[in-house]
């Protein structure tokens, strides 16, 4: 009891510090500005009123000034520090509110860098969510809650419309054709459909239609089906609804398999959102679904490609799944991509996880991976990527310390790794290229030791031969 008290006062004074330096911060503005704002104001009597209760022990904390917090820990279409933060496919990070809302307008580029994305799938980014719970509690901030996803209201005309849709897709094949199609654009253009269609029988329905011989011959009511699934599994509640369906996983991969190549693209990419579930990845994993992954991978179609490969890593997420994927041979199918400079950055993350197992980088060495890691190393000027080979490097030389022969060459003429320790701007990257230069060294000062061991066994070898001959001729 008595700790507790100290640790409760300890924290009234850090609290009482960082509030009387936010009101010195804010008096100064109001003094010395001639055009100091209301804001401002408003700030400094909310820190004096949190004073206040602080001194009569019932403190509520104050939010911060805008200004203080960290840059990364606001999203950059609210200018706030993030609630619920998601990695964007272009690899930013936002306040999932504000970027399904952009989205939800029908945008599929990122507000930040322009790019084209690849899908609208929202990944948690959970480290970013505890440095900012970690930053709220040092400065006494209030943790701000998770806001709800902003969606429009879908209307009663709209339900109708959507109930009329469903009927057609009972009806005739023209009439089913045209529903599907129809629900296609609705699901991706309108996010609000989707998750009333989960809410429906809408799902059961399109997995029946799917199943069916016509669907079966007809590719365009194929791809339309198979796409409506995609746009539906983006909502997170259909995911468990769609999988839990038993027709659902085997039918994707039957069409991953034989379906034309814009169906098995948007099957792969149904697989990678429904995968965002960590139940869904061991059920989808089970199902056979990597070998028709790394047969769309080795097509070359490049943004079948892309698919497939971000499909196959939010898998091998599962260690189960790592295990599959080793043994039905994405080693070598990556390995070879790779080799002929195709999808680097996203293939070498999917044998970064995959360098945890002892298989996988028994064949990385077998295969020759090291010199295709050195040269990537040498090329690339991506930091991801280069921290990915210089730690699949390290899992490589720590299972075969034969592959340090390899290093110790290349460092000689091109001094890759040494580059590394001075260039590259994370710890992590450091700290693997550093580990992997000690082994080699400690490595070469083992074969000095036994080369000179060697030589000096022989010499006395030698001599003693020597001494055996003079004494049998002195015989």
Excluded at 15 to 43: F, M, P
Excluded at 253 to 261: D, T
Excluded at 369 to 392: D, F, G, M, W, Y
Aim: hydrophobic share 40%; with cysteine; charged share 25%.
């Amino acid at each position: 009891m008595a700790e507790r008290a100290v640790d409760e006062t300890d924290q009234c004074i850090k609290q009482a510090v960082e509030l009387k330096k936010e009101l010195q911060r804010l008096v100064n503005s109001i003094i010395d500005g001639d055009d100091y704002s209301i804001r401002d104001t408003n700030e400094a009597i909310g820190v004096l009123s949190s004073l206040m209760k602080l001194k009569a022990g019932k403190y509520v904390p104050y939010r911060v000034h805008g200004g203080d917090v960290p840059l990364e820990f606001k999203c950059p279409l609210s200018g706030e520090i993030m609630s619920d933060p998601v990695v964007l496919a272009s690899g930013q990070t936002y306040d999932r509110p504000y970027i399904q809302k952009w989205l939800n307008k029908g945008n599929r580029t990122c507000p930040q860098s322009q790019q084209c994305l690849t899908h609208t799938v929202l990944i948690p980014n959970i480290l970013v969510r505890e440095m900012i719970s970690e930053w709220c509690k040092e400065h006494c901030v209030e943790l701000p809650l998770r806001i709800p996803e902003i969606d429009e209201h879908v209307t009663e005309l709209g339900r109708n419309n959507l109930n009329s849709l469903l009927e057609k897709m009972s009806s005739t094949l023209s009439e089913q054709k045209a529903a599907a199609k129809e629900l296609r654009m609705l699901t991706k253009r309108l996010p609000s459909f989707r998750a009333v269609i989960g809410e429906s029988d809408a799902i059961p329905l399109l997995l029946n239609l799917l199943s069916s011989d016509i669907a079966i011959t007809d590719t365009s009511l194929q791809e339309d089906l198979i796409t409506t699934l995609l746009n539906l599994s983006i909502h997170d509640d259909n995911k468990r609804i769609i999988v839990e369906n038993p027709l659902a996983i085997p039918l994707l991969i039957h069409y991953l398999k034989v379906g034309a190549i814009e169906t098995r693209r948007n099957v792969a990419a149904t697989l990678f959102t429904l995968s965002a579930l960590d139940s869904n990845k061991l059920l989808i994993g089970k199902s056979g679904a990597f070998k028709p992954l790394f047969d769309l991978l080795e097509e070359g179609n490049p943004l079948a490609m892309k698919d497939a490969a971000q499909a196959i890593f939010i898998l091998c997420l599962a260690l189960e799944n790592k295990q599959t994927a080793v043994s039905e041979g994405v080693v070598k199918v990556i390995l070879s991509k790779i080799s002929d400079d195709i999808l680097v950055e996203e293939l070498l993350a999917i044998l970064a996880l995959l360098s945890s197992q002892e298989e996988a980088v028994e064949e990385m060495g077998k295969l020759g991976a090291v010199s295709h890691l050195l040269t990537i190393l040498k090329k690339s000027n991506c930091p991801r990527t280069k921290e990915n080979c210089v730690a699949i490097l390290y899992d490589i030389c720590l299972k075969d310390p034969t592959n340090l022969d390899d290093i110790r060459l290349d460092e000689r003429k091109n001094n890759t790794l040494g580059n590394m320790l001075i260039e590259s701007e994370t710890s992590r990257a450091k700290r693997k290229a550093s580990g992997i230069l000690k082994r080699a060294a400690a490595s070469s000062r083992s074969l000095s030791q036994h080369s000179a061991s060697s030589r000096s066994l022989s010499q006395r070898s030698a001599s003693s031969s020597s001494g055996s001959q003079h004494s049998v001729s002195w015989n």
